[in-house]
């Protein structure tokens, strides 16, 4: 598991895949979200503007999970 630094306040899971480069664009990012392919915490998420905190965990299939922290 990778640690991504955010600023404090949070950041939507859309903005942090691409920020953690689990996604390459937004629309990658909403098509991943989409097809079920991401989960937080261990829960499948499809809200692309959820509000990461500290702590919290992104995984999607396939790839390293990243721990948000800071935020």
Do not use: S
Request: hydrophobic share 45%.
């Amino acid at each position: 598991m990778r640690d991504v630094e955010v600023r404090p306040g949070g950041i939507a899971l859309g903005q942090l895949l691409k920020f953690a480069g689990l996604a390459d664009t937004g629309g990658d990012a909403k098509a991943l979200l989409a097809d079920g392919a991401v989960t937080v915490n261990g829960e499948p998420e499809a809200r692309r503007g959820r509000t990461l905190v500290d702590g919290d965990v992104v995984a999607v299939d396939g790839q390293e999970p990243v721990r948000v922290v800071g935020a």
